[in-house]
């Protein structure tokens, strides 16, 4: 892997490149990274798009929690891509056990290079990540994967305290109704809205943390001389986890391609 791809890599985990080897273990209890697949599966469900041929393409999708669940909740076609080899490797696993492997497919790639070569999906994912830019310019490379009538699903945040956010997660945050105007620029319809509620957010975050929390204790024992990288990444999951809380509203959006 190129060191390029590899300091992103790590950036979208928020961890330096020595600590990439234990990404897997340190997040070996987390599922859903960076998406509400619940959130995602309630807004394509009640469109009504018929089992079997529609196609879905999820662009950083981890581990495959919502391409997995799309498969196999709602029978669509699925091709899930990601940068990280070990959560790709991961995702086809899960698929072959769960018995869904013929409406999956998992792609080690830069998302980059995939929005440069698929195009008339009827549904593409984009869950929290950094790699295509502020909102506008994310909607810009996005809907073109998808055919017109097509749908963009977006989870992201936006500001609720407009002071500047100390974060690069989320540099590209902008007031809700800022938001709403980079989501909607291209002429889209935005059909609708999921915002978390903050307790929730809360919740979730506590528990992944102490899960992480976790792993890191074990991972320093059986690596001593890893132990202050490994404590320092999961201060650095609190911190972000309280910026999460207090300043952001993390929220799902759907939108139809004009």
């Not at 619940?38 to 807004?43: C, G, P, R």
């Not at 089992?51 to 981890?62: F, K, M, P, S, Y």
Request: aromatic share 6%.
């Amino acid at each position: 892997m190129e060191e390029r791809q590899q300091q992103e890599i790590a950036q979208a985990f928020d961890a330096t490149p020595e600590l990439l080897p234990f990404i897997p273990e340190l997040l070996a209890d987390l599922w859903e990274l960076g998406g509400s697949v619940e959130v995602v599966v309630d807004l394509l469900r009640p469109l009504g798009l018929p089992a079997e041929t529609t196609r879905i393409l999820d662009l950083g999708c981890g581990k495959g929690a919502a391409v997995l669940t799309l498969a196999k909740e709602l029978g669509f076609q699925a091709l899930g891509v990601d940068l990280f080899d070990p959560f790709v490797q991961e995702a086809r696993e899960c698929a072959e056990e769960m018995g869904i492997a013929s409406r999956c497919q998992f792609v080690c790639e830069d998302i980059r290079n995939t929005l440069l070569e698929v195009r008339d999906y009827d549904v593409v994912i984009y869950a929290s990540v950094m790699a295509l830019g502020r909102l506008d310019e994310c909607v810009a490379n996005l809907r073109q994967c998808v055919h017109p009538g097509g749908y963009v699903v977006i989870d992201n945040a936006f500001l609720t305290d407009p002071r500047e956010v100390e974060s690069p997660w989320y540099e590209h945050c902008a007031t809700h109704q800022e938001t709403i105007r980079r989501l909607t620029s291209h002429g889209d319809a935005l059909l609708r809205e999921v915002t978390i509620p903050a307790e929730e957010v809360k919740a979730l975050n506590r528990k992944y943390t102490e899960l992480i929390h976790r792993r890191a204790a074990k991972l320093a024992k059986l690596h001593p001389e890893h132990a202050d990288s490994l404590y320092g990444y999961v201060e650095k999951q609190e911190r972000e986890s309280e910026i999460m809380e207090t300043t952001v509203t993390s929220a799902v959006w759907l939108l139809q391609r004009h």
